[in-house]
């Protein structure tokens, strides 16, 4: 771990806090949507900033690995994602411990009802660009060990999940299979898919991409 990546890491997730909870108090348009739109994208530019020379040279990769081979890698991955942690939604739901998973759908439902394009972009382009790179793309760069990264890395966002829903709905099943172990799956899949946050990036836009579609036929 180097200094500089650490300071980094506890700089994104800084920033991270302010825009979100003192965003409010600078970015005051009329319209919760609007406001909520421009602090993202205000998110994503911060860390686009904060990391830009490291994301160049992510990029420079990513344009060099083989493009037939890396698209089926990233399809298969994202199909064994989503049959995995539909696997473990059910098994949390047959347990009971849904309350979280539940929470948190209903929140983006009642988006979803506010505006479908910036459920769009929430669940999709947000989450594929800014989230990537807070809860993978950070740790990765500072933690060089396989293990420590996803382990480290699926308890901090199984943990600020239920920050932001409330620990309320805290279960120890729940976390474990509605949180912790999708997680994990998504961090083995950015190791697996040449440790390069732009493929994990496709990946998370993708798999989102199913629940959005079903939102949207329903």
């Not at 739109?37 to 083989?66: A, G, P, R, S, T």
């Not at 800014?130 to 901090?156: M, P, Q």
């Not at 172990?181 to 083995?188: E, F, M, R």
């Amino acid at each position: 771990m180097k200094n500089k990546d650490l300071i980094k890491l506890l700089g994104a997730f800084l920033g991270y806090f302010i825009i979100s909870f003192y965003g409010p108090n600078i970015i005051n348009f009329s319209g919760n949507i609007l406001n909520m739109f421009i602090k993202d994208v205000l998110f994503i530019i911060f860390m686009f900033l904060l990391y830009w020379k490291d994301l160049k040279i992510e990029f420079e990769e990513f344009k060099k690995q083989k493009k037939t081979k890396n698209f089926f890698r990233i399809i298969g991955w994202v199909f064994l994602i989503y049959i995995l942690t539909v696997a473990s939604n059910v098994f949390a739901e047959n347990l009971n411990v849904n309350t979280a998973l539940d929470g948190n759908n209903a929140a983006i439902e009642v988006l979803f009802n506010q505006s479908k394009l910036y459920t769009f972009f929430k669940t999709i382009v947000y989450t594929a660009l800014a989230e990537v790179i807070l809860y993978k793309y950070t740790f990765r760069k500072a933690f060089k060990n396989n293990f420590v990264f996803v382990i480290i890395g699926a308890l901090v966002y199984t943990f600020f999940n239920y920050f932001f829903i409330g620990f309320n709905n805290l279960n120890l099943y729940g976390a474990l299979f509605v949180r912790f172990i999708p997680d994990v799956i998504y961090l083995i899949a950015y190791i697996k898919n040449n440790n390069n946050v732009f493929n994990s990036m496709i990946i998370s836009a993708l798999c989102n991409l199913v629940p959005f579609a079903i939102l949207l036929l329903a």
